[in-house]
């Protein structure tokens, strides 16, 4: 290139020394880089002043900086200032006008690019290869600046490629491990984007019937035979589950089977109007989204379509939806109704509009004038389809203002009747060891307290309610024991709940104990992880309530009472059957690590705080059987739940002669005890709310069961240590701090060990070194050797329970009608204190009364039932059938607007699809019934699997969203029914194994590229 005559040497100099000193980097701007050879002979000739001098630089040659000269590909690893220089473009343009550049060679122009954090210019831009997915053969390859936009990626594309103006068109950018993702917004930079060197930009064009020809590019080549394999009926499609997704899979069923907004997808009328600019919409990614997904189910193509894409557009733009969380269908429905009638809306700037109030004026003028404004900054196919009016009349109960708006609604929210009362079903435990539970039904009152739920088991069982403690038994332990005056509602259906007989302990001279009693099995190995000699242990069957006086808490009396209370399933020994053993050497460790029978070394990280469903084996103490001192027998209950338990408490027989024991084991302290460690923290249980106090004891026979409470530390009496002190002089056990002679002894069917509420072992916490008491809720555990439980407990014994009459009459399913619960939903009702409304007369917030009337409806109206139901005091899921028509639902009476003359559309409604509930408040599953709009068949979609439905089916108390379409709208099937409807059971989507097959690939080859 020739150059201009350039200025004076000197002026040179200053005009590029102070572009490069002024220049500063801003994103999007051109520099250009400079060989710096040329650039240093440039200033030396500069700056000397000699225009003749040998120094001149000639032309721009950048030469050294290319790999070769035909493609002028950079040099990898060039380095700024040792191999080029970066100059502004302003800098270079006088260089270029001055100078000139050698023959044929490029400028090197480059972006400044806004990095994380810095900007930079790109010295190196990003070479990608881009192809058709048509042919993807054929690749080419080019250079573009992460400043750059995926638009003019695909402008590049469909200039080389030749691609038809007009033409739809997405890309995917395909990385060096084959999977693809789709490039969705094309106006983020390639950098914001995430494309690098090396990757593979693929174009797709719509198909003329508005589906795009691909799944992954990668296997598509292949699919074209397995997609054309499967033909079914359009719409009959499952939707995968991708994690706790059925409340999607139910609602975009339903919303599929709304024949108007349907076949405004399938005929792509969408497309005019997507808006990208609403700043209230999601750029019209959620319609397109929707679009896609809807185009799949009803290409008749799939089995099942995977709405992966769907999935993450719904998280993007509503973060609630985020994860794989389980949500309610009807929220999505509520989310997903407002974001396509944004991304739709036909209103491009919304204008601001005075509401006014009606002040007396005609309803029929105030509704139009409401309707009117309501159009005027919403207009859709969503208004078109789903909106309806319903009046609003708030009146002041001091001035008597009414106040009268008509105001949009896209769904109905209607109440259902909500019961007084609730049924439970409880397991009741008899004192009598030989019985087994019995499981009872019973009715109590739904704000009811546990009290109640005892009086009406009294009724059943003749046991005094004063008798009785009710726990939750979860995990062989208990999650929650309650106290008489706990409200109901914190027990839920799905928990398991016990409730025991208590002993009377007649002219008890001190105050009952309830002792908590699990039963733990020990592992065949020593826990040698765990820094002390211990065995691992395990929780199993069924934790028992006994009612104990303290002075039987001894361990010869615990054990003989144990042994009573176990005597369904606990074989007591044969006198002739062995069961002595020796000692072992290594019990003189023991002794030096033991306080008390409990190792100092136990449990001295119990900071996992083990939940109620904690089941890993907890490191426990040596299996040698202990001496028998007093347990720590506090009366005050904690916290529990249930599977099945056994429990009642017959007074321990204290004359009864005793087996010997094993005393093998006896501790250094002359003071035996068993432990709750009240401040270890981490060792307190989890669920525990209630703080122990020694004053607040209950007795164990009052009216209350005891207070669920932490483990607190335990102290004795003087009196309680005297007689633990004669008790040891009178066991065969040596004497304190004495190391025992070898030999042989009678060995325990089990040992007695002090615990937590979780079952973990307990380390000693006391004062001054003697630390017994009463003070709390007290939990032991019945530490089981494998091979002694083999040998005398039964465990299909332990688990057999029996069913009270109660549990064979039949539960009266309460059933109300769907036009109850629209009345309730028109019923006059007081505002609540957290939502008053303002009175313009009295100028303060006035608790009104509020009637809402239905005015016009829409041509598919939702109506959804309010089943979960929350109040201050109460969170509960109402089960009651639903009795709602299939056909001919009138609303006539129900509409404030008697007159249907000009032309109004009738009140008469069809129903056309149901989301399904089933379970609970804190879990479920959602399904769907739809009535497809070609064929008039009834299908039930349960995620991926679609199967016939019959009418009679419908109704059940499952029935969350109802969807029905306005009479006049219906239009008449375009295909016949399907002449033999299978059984209910029959999968229509996976017949057989090859069918499965194919439906899997099938699947795979169309659907996976909106996976991505």
């Known amino acids: 290139m020739t150059a201009a005559e350039p200025p004076g040497l000197e002026t040179q100099r200053r005009e590029i020394e102070s572009l490069l000193r002024d220049s500063e980097l801003r994103a999007g701007d051109s520099w250009y880089v400079v060989e710096r050879r ?50 502004p473009a302003e800098a270079w343009h006088r260089l270029l006008a001055w100078y000139g550049t050698v023959d044929g060679q490029p400028p090197l122009e480059r972006k400044v690019v806004d990095l994380p954090s810095t900007l930079k210019v790109e010295v190196y831009p990003i070479e990608i290869f881009l192809c058709l997915h048509s042919n993807m053969e054929n690749v080419i390859t080019a250079k573009f600046s992460r400043a750059d936009s995926i638009h003019s990626i695909q402008r590049v594309m469909c200039e080389a490629f030749m691609v038809p103006a007009g033409s739809e068109c997405r890309l995917w950018m395909k990385s060096s491990d084959s999977s693809c993702e789709r490039l969705r917004n094309v106006h983020v930079s390639v950098l914001d984007a995430c494309l690098s060197s090396g990757m593979t930009v693929i174009m797709e064009m719509r198909n003329a019937d508005g589906t ?55 005929q792509s009328s969408y497309l005019e109007e997507l808006n990208f600019t609403n700043p209230l919409g999601m750029k019209g990614e959620i319609a397109e989204a929707y679009a896609d997904v809807i185009k799949q189910m009803w290409s008749g193509r799939h089995y099942s379509v995977v709405p992966r ?135 109590v009152p739904k704000a009811g307290k546990v009290i109640d739920l005892c009086s009406a088991l009294a009724e059943m069982t003749n046991v005094p309610p004063t008798q009785m403690v009710v726990a939750d038994v979860f995990n062989h332990r208990f999650y929650k024991i309650y106290n008489a005056d706990e409200s109901l509602s914190c027990i839920l259906d799905r928990d398991d709940i016990f409730v025991y007989e208590l002993s009377v302990l007649e002219e008890a001279e001190e105050q009952p104990v309830l002792l908590a009693l699990y039963l733990r099995e020990r592992s065949h190995y020593r826990d040698y992880g765990s820094g002390g000699s211990s065995y691992g242990t395990s929780l199993f069957g069924h934790p028992l309530l006994l009612s104990v006086e303290q002075r039987h808490c001894s361990r010869q009396a615990l054990y003989q009472l144990i042994l009573q209370r176990l005597a369904r399933y606990v074989r007591p020994p044969d006198p002739s059957e062995e069961l002595e053993e020796e000692e072992e050497e290594d019990e003189e460790e023991l002794y030096k690590t033991q306080t008390n029978g409990i190792s100092d070394e136990e449990e001295t990280d119990d900071g996992e705080k083990a939940g109620p469903s904690q089941t890993q084996p907890e490191p426990e103490p040596e299996p040698e059987p202990e001496p028998e001192p007093e347990p720590d027998c506090g009366d005050e209950s904690a916290q529990s739940q249930s599977n099945d338990s056994t429990a009642g408490e017959p007074r321990p027989d204290v004359n009864h002669t005793e087996p010997p024991l094993d005393h093998g084991d006896t501790e250094t302290n002359s003071q035996p005890e068993l432990y709750t460690n009240a401040t270890d923290a981490n060792a307190a249980d989890a669920n525990c709310t209630n703080t122990c106090k020694a004053s607040s004891r209950r007795h164990a026979m009052a009216s209350e069961p005891p207070a669920e409470q932490r483990p607190p530390a335990c102290h004795t009496t003087e009196e309680e240590q005297e007689e633990d002190k004669q008790e040891e002089a009178c066991s065969p056990s040596p004497p304190a701090n004495q190391q025992p002679e070898r030999r042989k002894r009678r060995k325990s069917l089990f040992t007695i060990q002090a615990v937590n509420s979780n079952g973990t072992t307990e380390r000693g916490m006391g004062e001054g070194g003697s630390a017994v008491s009463f003070s709390s809720q007290p939990y032991v555990a019945i530490d089981w050797d494998p091979d002694m439980k083999k040998r005398f407990y039964n465990e299909n014994e332990a688990e057999k329970y029996v069913k009270h009459s109660s549990m064979e009459v039949p539960q009266q399913q309460t059933t109300v009608q769907l036009q109850e619960c629209i009345e309730l939903f028109t019923t006059v009702e007081t505002l609540e204190e957290e939502n008053p409304w303002y009175c313009p007369v009295c100028k303060k917030h006035q608790l009104a009364t509020k009637k809402l009337d239905l005015w016009s409806l829409p041509e598919v109206l939702i109506i959804h039932l309010k089943r979960f139901s929350y109040t201050k005091f109460t969170r509960e899921k109402l089960d009651s059938i639903v009795d ?28 056309i699809a149901v989301s399904n509930h089933y379970g609970g408040l804190r879990d479920g599953h959602y399904t769907s019934y739809a009535r497809n709009k070609d064929n008039d068949q009834w299908y039930y979609f349960d995620d991926s699997k679609v199967t016939y439905a019959r009418e009679d089916q419908i109704v059940t108390n499952a029935a969350y969203v109802l969807f029905y379409h306005r009479q006049d709208k219906i239009r008449k099937p375009t295909l016949p029914a399907p002449s033999t409807s299978p059984a209910p059971s029959n999968d229509i989507t996976s017949c057989n194994d090859a ?18």
């Open 38 to 87: 040329w650039y240093e002979q440039w200033k030396e000739f500069v700056e000397t002043g000699d225009q003749n001098s040998s120094s001149f630089p000639g032309q721009i040659d950048n030469t050294e900086l290319f790999e070769d000269l035909d493609s002028f590909h950079l040099k990898e690893r060039l380095v700024e200032n040792e191999d080029f220089m970066l100059v």
């Open 212 to 266: 795009w020809p691909s799944s992954r590019p990668q296997i598509m080549r292949n699919s074209v035979e397995e997609q054309d394999s499967y033909r079914g009926q359009p719409g009959v499609c499952g939707l995968t589950n991708l994690g706790n997704t059925c409340f999607m899979n139910s609602a975009l069923q339903c919303l599929s089977n709304a024949p108007p907004l349907t076949e405004y997808f399938l």
């Open 309 to 443: 894409v769907f999935k993450t557009k719904v998280g993007h733009f509503a973060s609630q939806f985020l994860g794989y969380q389980q949500h309610d269908s009807q929220e999505l429905l509520s989310f997903l109704l407002d974001g396509l009638h944004e991304d739709l809306n036909r209103v491009k700037n919304k204008e601001y509009i005075e509401l006014r109030d009606a002040e007396g004026r005609p309803d029929q003028e105030v509704a139009e004038e409401a309707w009117r404004n309501h159009r005027r900054r919403n207009d859709s196919v969503i208004v078109d389809t789903f909106h309806g009016l319903f009046k609003s009349t708030l009146v002041c109960p001091e001035c008597h203002k009414v106040s009268v708006t008509f105001d949009p609604f896209c769904y109905l929210s209607v109440p259902l009747p909500v019961s007084k009362e609730r049924v439970m079903e409880v397991f009741f435990v008899s004192l009598d060891p030989h019985a087994k539970p019995a499981q009872h039904r019973v009715v």
């Open 884 to 911: 709602f028509p299939l056909r001919d639902l009138d609303f006539s009476d129900s509409l404030l607007r008697k007159s249907l003359s000009n032309g109004e559309p009738p009140s008469r409604y069809d129903l």
């Open 995 to 1012: 069918e499965l097959a194919a439906a899997a690939t099938a699947t795979s080859s169309y659907v996976t590229m909106e996976t991505d």
